[in-house]
């Protein structure tokens, strides 16, 4: 096991936003967004100065934690790794999600964490968790503070002392099962540090969520993530095979192994509980060796119909395999254009001919080019004869539900983007423009009435507000039975009095039509307080008892992240 870093070494955001600091969306060199952007929410790029926001500009409450407490935890994990400077505590005290986003941009610190804490194993993080009890504080988790929930923002009524515990110094791979395919890791490990150290050794997890630079291990197991190769890898309840985690009894351990749980599952229980039940330490995931061959295809379809149809057949097929398949629906395929470079170099223009040729002779063939058109994006893995002859097999579903193959090139360029999108969430923040995402899970027999009804609401309420929106939707993991539909909406905020209340009319007209109409409140971005408000409709009041009494049986005086989930 390698030196373990310090607290300060610990990868974090910057304080108002997504990632590194030096890191932010450009659009200069794409020609087409500035006129989508001027269409579509009505803001002008050229003409607004972009405002960022300073740290120094607002007032930062000081910590409530008590100086004997303070020394009782630096007795713990040492002077060095417990922070409590003004902008770890902000960094902190809040998630991603949008409404996280503006509160902290705008200085709103209603309630902040008073001390962050950097446990090094097991042993420290049950120690802290018994000065928890013991002094009645409170305990929040933190993976990367990437989660859209609301799940580590703590309580703006907590008047208790409140702690975050970052599990970034716990990042190793402990030891992994040739055999059985099993790695046993440390919960605190981020994405690209997980796959780095199984990588070298030639083995992959293969889960890819779109936070994969900032988010980590456990906060992958405490929150139910899904990454975008889920078709074959699986969602993070099919990946996790094992965990250890610290609660206020003891340690609660699932067996990695096959048919795991007697009675009812204690591993399901503490996947999704998101700190609710304790500390997530330690977590077995299956794992599997690096494809020798990988090739994303591109595919273009006249239309969303069409398109659901050849990704219908895909899933069903017996003789394919993809890693993942995804299906942008005509306004994110006109976005997805947007978001294209300028080209500079000789093979960027020539390119760029092919694809005005294709459009035209697609155009001549019926299709709308600029608002139905829908791409598709394929991944396979495998040997090159597996990955050419399931290729094959797409190619023929896809002809046959009226899509064309695109090829590599287009393929190759959304797998090396895929992680940028959520810098472009603070870029139009800059600008005041929201933008946000809603996913649901949806049977296939009802996919598309969930997509159109969607788009009908959102409108609908942007109409009340008087604003104007921009909604698009993409389809990805893929099941037997159906597949998450992704929305990704943004509208110009009038002012920052209103700019909440703008912005949960949109969501809630959304998050409201999947209840409606028997989807998922969340496929896969957790409950936390965002989602809260839907719960008892997507598991039933009987089911949300089940929950309540499990939280209030483990945790009776309230001190895991309380509120999280579901009202007390």
């Not at 405490?222 to 990454?227: L, V």
């Not at 794992?287 to 990704?311: F, K, L, S």
């Not at 009038?494 to 998050?511: F, G, I, M, P, W």
């Not at 049986?553 to 309230?558: K, V």
Request: hydrophobic fraction near 35%; include cysteine; charged fraction near 25%.
């Amino acid at each position: 096991m390698s030196d373990r870093l310090s607290a300060r070494e610990v990868k974090r955001h910057k304080w108002w936003g997504w990632g590194l600091d030096d890191v932010t969306f450009r659009y200069d060199n794409k020609p087409a967004f500035a006129p989508l952007a001027r269409n579509k929410v009505g803001v002008d790029l050229d003409a607004k100065q972009p405002v960022e926001p300073e740290l120094s500009d607002h007032e930062v409450p000081a910590s409530r934690l008590p100086e004997a407490t303070r020394a009782a935890l630096v007795d713990v994990v040492g002077e060095e790794n417990l922070l409590d400077d003004d902008e770890y505590r902000v960094v902190h005290s809040f998630g991603r999600s949008l409404p996280d986003l503006f509160r902290v941009r705008n200085g709103l610190f209603e309630r902040l964490v008073d001390a962050v804490v950097y446990p090094a194993s097991e042993d420290e993080v049950a120690r802290i968790l018994r000065l928890v009890l013991d002094e009645d504080l409170v305990l929040i988790p933190y993976g990367g503070g990437s989660c859209i929930s609301g799940s580590v923002t703590p309580d703006v009524d907590e008047q208790r002392p409140i702690l975050t515990m970052n599990l970034g110094r716990m990042r190793e791979v402990i030891e992994i099962d040739d055999t059985a395919g099993l790695a046993r890791v440390e919960a605190g490990v981020y994405g690209p540090d997980l796959e780095e150290q199984l990588n070298a050794l030639g083995w992959t997890v293969g889960h890819f969520p779109d936070s994969f630079t900032y988010s980590t291990l456990g906060g992958w197991a405490a929150t139910r993530s899904s990454g975008m190769q889920s078709d074959k890898y699986g969602d993070i309840e099919d990946i996790v095979r094992g965990l250890r985690l610290v609660h206020p009894d003891g340690v609660a351990v699932t067996k990695p192994i096959p048919g795991r749980d007697s009675g009812p599952s204690v591993h399901e229980m503490i996947l999704g509980s998101e700190g609710r039940l304790g500390v997530i330490t330690e977590v077995t995931v299956q794992v599997h060796r690096i494809a020798p061959v990988r090739q994303v295809i591109a595919y273009m379809y006249p239309d969303w119909e069409h398109g659901i149809r050849g990704m219908h057949a895909i899933a069903r097929s017996t003789d394919v395999t993809p890693t993942f398949t995804r299906l942008s629906d005509g306004p994110e395929t006109e976005f997805s254009l947007a978001m294209v470079k300028e080209p500079s170099s000789t093979k960027g223009k020539v390119a760029a001919k092919v694809q005005d040729g294709l459009f035209a002779y697609l155009r001549s063939k019926g299709w709308d080019t600029t608002n139905e058109m829908s791409i598709s994006y394929v991944c396979f893995e495998g040997t090159k004869e597996a990955v050419e002859h399931q290729k094959a097999i797409v190619k023929k579903i896809v002809k046959r539900a009226g899509g064309i193959t695109l090829g590599a090139g287009p393929g190759a360029i959304y797998d090396q983007k895929k992680f940028d999108t959520p810098y472009l969430r603070d870029f139009l923040m800059n600008y005041q423009v929201f933008g946000d995402v809603c996913d649901t899970g949806a049977t296939w027999s009802n996919i598309n009435e969930v997509h159109s009804k969607v788009y009908d609401a959102f409108y609908a309420a942007q109409r009340e507000q008087d604003l104007p929106g921009f909604m698009f939707c993409h389809m990805s993991h893929s099941y037997h039975a159906g597949a998450c539909l992704y929305f990704t909406f943004a509208f110009p905020y009038s002012s920052d009095e209103q700019a909440l209340e703008q912005y949960y009319r949109a969501k809630n007209a959304v998050q409201q039509t999947f209840v409606d109409l028997g989807s998922t409140v969340s496929h896969h971005h957790a409950v936390g307080t965002e989602h809260q408000p839907w719960i008892t409709e997507d598991i039933g009041e009987v089911g949300a008892r089940m929950v309540t009494g499990l939280f209030a049986d483990n945790d009776p005086g309230r001190n895991l992240n309380p509120g999280k989930i579901i009202a007390p």
